[in-house]
């Protein structure tokens, strides 16, 4: 049973457009998050939800917009993708929003923007 | 100063051999230490939280310095499979240090060849 789940895996588009990134986890956590991981392998915080609610905004464009329609999924929408959005995306959940929890990451979604 | 400073690699070692990962955080607030591995193309995933009096799984062993603001794996009898990025990982600055927000260093990646 996958933990973590993200769809799609695979993500090619071109520029301009506008995509989506969904994100489920069966673990009942309470807290998920959005990650980018760049070309560089360097891996940031994005978003964290818990319970449904908005925690974290790190200094993210307005072209993303996270929703999470019940603690158990939280996807990810992207308008007017741009070229350095091409990255890889991991969606991750841990029980709480405290510090010293375990997160589980998704597989991870691979964007390429042309 | 970068939040999560990692020895650049990458490391390639022998099967067998002990290897030592070196981190130095800049948030004396932080709370929780980790170390995460990430095989290639894959998630990240947890390898072992970190504690003030240090920590082993196995062959793993962890060490925290909160004085110096430093965090260290070592690896013994080195495996084929312990082939990997680790990540050296705390809890943020801006939100206390008690929230789950984790900083993620740049990783090192180890080789291990038999």
């Known amino acids: 049973d996958t933990a973590v789940s993200q769809t799609p895996k695979y993500l090619v588009t071109q520029m301009g457009n506008d995509k989506s990134i969904k994100c489920e986890q069966n673990?009942?956590?309470?807290?998920m998050y959005w990650y980018k991981q760049d070309s560089k392998k360097f891996l940031k915080i994005m978003f964290s939800?818990?319970?449904?609610?908005?925690?974290i905004n790190e200094t993210v464009p307005n072209r993303f917009s996270p929703k999470s329609p019940d603690k158990a999924h939280l996807n990810l929408h992207i308008n007017s993708l741009e070229l350095g959005d091409s990255a890889v995306y991991f969606c991750?959940?841990?029980?709480?929003?405290?510090?010293?929890?375990?997160?589980?990451f998704g597989p991870g979604t691979r964007l390429l923007v042309l | 100063r970068k939040e999560v400073e990692q020895d650049p690699g990458p490391f390639n070692v022998p099967e067998g051999a002990t290897v030592a990962f070196n981190c130095t955080y800049s948030?004396?607030?932080?709370?929780?230490f980790f170390w995460y591995r990430q095989d290639c193309r894959k998630e990240p995933k947890l390898l072992m939280s970190?504690?003030?009096s240090g920590n082993e799984d196995g062959r793993f062993t962890a060490q925290l310095n909160r004085a110096s603001q430093y965090i260290s794996l070592l690896i013994r009898d080195s495996k084929l499979s312990d082939s990997a990025t680790y990540l050296c990982?705390?809890?943020?600055?801006?939100?206390?240090?008690?929230?789950?927000?984790?900083?993620f260093g740049k990783g090192t990646k180890l080789s291990v060849k038999p």
């Open positions: 991750a959940s841990s029980q709480d929003f405290r510090a010293g929890e375990t997160q589980y």
């Open positions: 673990l009942g956590h309470d807290t």
């Open positions: 939800y818990n319970n449904k609610e908005l925690i």
């Open positions: 948030n004396s607030a932080s709370q929780s």
């Open positions: 970190v504690y003030s």
């Open positions: 990982v705390v809890n943020s600055e801006e939100y206390g240090g008690s929230q789950g927000n984790l900083i």
